[in-house]
T-cell receptor, first 112, second 113 residues
Framework: QKEVEQDPGPLSVPEGAIVSLNCTYSNSAFQYFMWYRQYSRKGPELLMYTYSSGNKEDGRFTAQVDKSSKYISLFIRDSQPSDSATYLCAMSATNYGQNFVFGPGTRLSVLP | NAGVMQNPRHLVRRRGQEARLRCSPMKGHSHVYWYRQLPEEGLKFMVYLQKENIIDESGMPKERFSAEFPKEGPSILRIQQVVRGDSAAYFC???????????FGQGTRLTVV
């Protein structure tokens, strides 16, 4: 079993849809959770950073962490074609050193 | 304020040659991290450096790979005697003291022929 699992997609949705992206993990020591967006041939861009369980909202993006289920989610409301990218989850047991474990990424296409 | 700068963007090397990848962190950032991304795989941590120090190299292959972040100048990831399996995108990220808030460069795509 991989340490972080993520459905690779591709996931295609119509413009305006609510998108749900998910990751599961096996290491109960993980406490810091991040979502990155990566456009084709570009570097990852940090979207959301959360610590421990709970929800965090930033504009059209909401991150949820359920440590009891070892499950994290990223919701995108009112999706736009410009949201088409690969979304990577990442997690770590510490806030030190950036030795994060990344999921393989989910490719999202938002169709106009 | 320029972001993380990596060069070259694309690098082609023949088997057995050396590859040198450079990374200039964002202004004010003293922490640099290198990752490798293979097709259809996630980012894999390689090494974490501060100025003149290697802090964590647990993700670095034991042979042929080395990294440095000198007092002056960019961080360098060096791959000696490259093999086809080294072909990948190599990303550098930098951060200030808030280490989780890291910013990535555009990456260097290494192709070994």
């Amino acid at each position: 079993q991989k340490e972080v699992e993520q459905d690779p997609g591709p996931l295609s949705v119509p413009e305006g849809a609510i998108v749900s992206l998910n990751c599961t993990y096996s290491n109960s020591a993980f406490q810091y959770f991040m979502w990155y967006r990566q456009y084709s041939r570009k570097g990852p861009e940090l979207l959301m950073y959360t610590y421990s369980s709970g929800n965090k909202e930033d504009g059209r993006f909401t991150a949820q962490v359920d440590k009891s289920s070892k499950y994290i989610s990223l919701f995108i409301r009112d999706s736009q074609p410009s949201d088409s990218a690969t979304y990577l989850c990442a997690m770590s047991a510490t806030n030190y050193g950036q030795n994060f474990v990344f999921g393989p990424g989910t490719r999202l296409s938002v169709l106009p | 304020n320029a972001g993380v700068m990596q060069n070259p963007r694309h690098l082609v090397r023949r088997r057995g040659q050396e590859a040198r990848l450079r990374c200039s962190p964002m202004k004010g950032h003293s922490h640099v991290y290198w990752y490798r991304q293979l097709p259809e795989e996630g980012l894999k941590f390689m090494v974490y450096l501060q100025k003149e120090n290697i802090i964590d190299e647990s993700g670095m292959p034991k042979e042929r790979f080395s990294a440095e972040f000198p007092k002056e100048g960019p961080s360098i990831l060096r791959i000696q005697q490259v093999v086809r399996g080294d072909s990948a995108a190599y990303f550098c990220a930098s951060s200030s003291e808030n280490r989780a808030q890291a910013f990535f460069g555009q990456g260097t795509r290494l192709t070994v022929v």
